[in-house]
């Protein structure tokens, strides 16, 4: 079994380290991180957690990379030799995986834009490989992402508008299911029943899309019946710029995922 170290096991590294323990990956896990303190509840779980980015690469297999966009190169950098040959998979916003080449170019990169619900197995995680990434190492990776829910191999150009649709979309989300549970409560539901309706409505749609592989448009169709309560609620929506602002949202953020890559990308060219 794979060692796998998390280096940066903040908000989505600690997710996959508690995602990886709650599937039971039978191999070690090493995580890291420089406030080690905020790891001990890991160690009391059997991960080894250690602020020594060195140690965990050397002592692993397959490396996660979890750090902020503009940590990548020192934290690279500073494990550069012990990730000679080995897999590593970078969930870092906006870097291109020739950027991670130029700094180690006998290490084999992933580029990997998961989401939040990989605290609970449910993230859609799209990834991309380097070249010396070979289909064994690929098999590997997706036995690996799909732990912590599904995954799918995209092509690279498409990593910024999937950073911005489904890496950040939690978010979005997050806003319709806490916009339905006001309007429950403005009907009169108590909080709760408000707020777990709304989550299994939007859970159970989206589930029922994924196993139909209907268009949303026939579920929509489904629930409208003639002179009924869902057309009057629809009418209203249809009036609003609910669409518009969904597909903005996520333009706005492809948009900036690709400014950042460019800032990246002019200090590390000002560096060489
Ligand atoms: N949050 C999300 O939903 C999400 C989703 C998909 C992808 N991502 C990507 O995942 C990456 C991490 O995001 P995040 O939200 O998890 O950020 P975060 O919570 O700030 O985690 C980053 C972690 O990196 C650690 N770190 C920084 N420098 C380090 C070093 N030299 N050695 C070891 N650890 C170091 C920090 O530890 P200390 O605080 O202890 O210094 C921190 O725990 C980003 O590149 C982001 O683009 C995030």
Do not use: W
Request: overall charge positive.
């Amino acid at each position: 079994m794979d060692n796998i170290a998390v280096i940066g096991a903040g908000v989505i590294g600690g997710a996959i380290v508690k995602s990886l323990l709650k599937y039971g990956y039978r191999g070690k896990i090493i995580a890291t991180r420089r406030k080690i303190d905020k790891l001990r509840e890991f160690g009391k779980l059997g991960v080894l957690i250690t602020t020594d980015n060195k140690y965990a690469a050397r002592n692993s297999d397959i490396i996660f990379l979890c750090v902020k966009p503009n940590d990548v190169s020192k934290v690279l950098k500073e494990i550069s030799k012990e990730i000679e040959g080995k897999i590593v998979i970078s969930t870092a916003a906006t870097v291109p995986l020739n950027f991670y080449k130029k700094i180690v170019s006998k290490a084999k990169f992933v580029r990997a834009m998961p989401n939040i619900a990989v605290l609970v197995q449910e993230s859609f995680t799209a990834y991309c490989c380097d070249s010396d990434v070979t289909l064994k190492d690929e098999k590997k990776v997706e036995e690996i992402l799909n732990m912590l829910g599904v995954s799918q191999k995209v092509e690279e150009k498409y990593m910024d508008a999937i950073t911005a649709l489904s890496g950040s979309g939690p978010g979005y989300i997050s806003i319709i299911i806490e916009a339905l549970m006001y309007a429950g409560l403005r009907v009169g539901l108590p909080r709760n029943l408000s707020l777990y309706s709304s989550a299994q409505t939007v859970q159970g749609t989206g589930k029922l899309i994924l196993e139909t592989r209907e268009h949303p448009a026939k579920i929509k169709d489904m629930v409208t019946t003639p002179s009924g309560t869902t057309i009057e609620a629809i009418y209203e929506l249809e009036g609003s710029q609910i669409r518009q602002a969904l597909m903005k949202a996520v333009t706005e953020a492809t948009k900036k995922c690709r400014m950042i890559a460019e800032e990246i990308a002019a200090d590390a060219h000002s560096k060489s």
